[in-house]
T-cell receptor, first 112, second 114 residues
């Protein structure tokens, strides 16, 4: 079945550092891919998405490119801020059924 | 309009009791999902409703768990004979018909089984 694997956290960075959170997937068909974020004390919210191969999703300085050849959707940001500290979830929606599954989440802590 | 509403926000119950968790999705959203988030863990898929199709129940952890969605709107997740390992935050989310649409999450129900 479909699955999503994220790099394990926590990830601790200094402010203005470069961020990469790896995400790989296994899926049949042509899934849509998402990154969701959960800030401390808040609910999950969509960060960015890509619905087909080679699409790049971007929002708030974060980017991720849908790479079908490597089945990856890595999240990147060039310069992180303290306010980016949160839990980040990679997710996949099946193109056949719409079922949405999540990775295990990666905690990011950014220190001033 | 209003977002996804879940009730109760907190529920403490004794081991062995049954509980019902409610989810009111965004009006017009055809898809509804239930997930479970345990402390320090990711989101575990439980069940997915899409329109009038048969629900995908593949994530329900045991036959003590069941869910229904009446009239294509409100959903209820029922846990019978609760166990301590059922303690978690239960999240409901909805989206519109397009598969690439984002999920809108409720604030969850925090269930504690004592």
């Amino acid at each position: 079945g479909n699955s999503v694997t994220q790099m394990e956290g926590p990830v601790t960075l200094s402010e203005e550092a470069f961020l990469t959170i790896n995400c790989t997937y296994t899926a049949t068909g042509y899934p849509s891919l998402f990154w969701y974020v959960q800030y401390p004390g808040e609910g999950l919210q969509l960060l960015l998405k890509a619905t087909k191969a080679d699409d790049k999703g971007s929002n708030k300085g974060f980017e991720a490119t849908y790479r079908k050849e490597t089945t990856s959707f890595h999240l990147e940001k060039g310069s992180v801020q303290v306010s980016d500290s949160a839990v980040y979830f990679c997710a996949l929606a099946s193109s056949n059924t719409g079922k949405l599954i999540f990775g295990q989440g990666t905690t990011l802590q950014v220190k001033p | 309009g209003a977002g996804v509403s879940q009730s109760p926000s907190n529920k403490v119950t004794e081991k062995g009791k049954d509980v019902e968790l409610r989810c009111d999705p965004i009006s017009g959203h055809t898809a509804l999902y239930w997930y479970r988030q345990s402390l320090g863990q990711g989101l575990e898929f439980l069940i997915y409703f899409q329109g009038n199709s048969a629900p995908d129940k593949s994530g329900l952890p045991s036959d003590r768990f069941s869910a229904e969605r009446t009239g294509g709107s409100v959903s209820t997740l029922t846990i019978q004979r609760t166990q301590q390992e059922d303690s978690a935050v239960y999240l409901c989310a909805s989206r519109d018909t397009f598969l690439g649409s984002p999920l809108h999450f409720g604030n969850g129900t925090r269930l504690t089984v004592t």
